[in-house]
């Protein structure tokens, strides 16, 4: 898991939201609301198709705009197996932490790829990739 991951408010322009994730060197970002809770989860992908290639205004869209969806998530106390089951069930490729109702880091595929055998790997990718 990658520790203290860093939101952008749901009212945060995509533009602001594109600017934090180059910062931070990440392909994703949370979206929190006011109440400090994880509203949705934007990519750098959301931005490209569903604001740059539609023709819209990063600058003026706001990110809350493109978190929707139910957004799926583990409790800080989950292990492992329970990660996996999320994020395969899912098909997602990051996964929030959540510890007391707050955002407290971030599981991507890179964390799993470092902790997981090769079989284990194998096997997220097969079931979230689809790879034959």
């Known amino acids: 898991m990658h520790a203290g991951a ?20 990440v392909g994703s970002i949370p979206v929190c609301g006011a109440d400090d809770r994880l509203h949705g989860i934007i990519t750098d992908r959301d ?4 604001c740059v290639a539609e023709g819209r205004d990063p600058a003026t869209m706001r990110a809350v705009d493109l978190a929707q969806g ?8 989950s292990g492992i197996n329970e990660v996996l089951r999320e994020m395969e069930t899912h098909q997602v490729k990051r996964l929030p932490v959540i510890e007391d109702h707050r955002l407290v880091g971030m ?23 689809g790879a034959a």
Request: glycine letters at 4%; hydrophobic letters at 45%.
């Open 6 to 25: 860093e939101c952008v408010g749901e009212s945060d322009s995509l533009l602001t939201a594109a600017q934090k994730m180059r910062d931070l060197g």
């Open 47 to 50: 931005i490209t198709i569903r």
């Open 70 to 77: 139910e957004v799926f998530w583990v409790d800080a106390a």
């Open 107 to 129: 599981i991507s595929e890179a964390d799993l790829a470092r902790h997981l055998s090769e079989d284990q790997l194998a096997e997220f990718v097969e079931k979230v990739y």
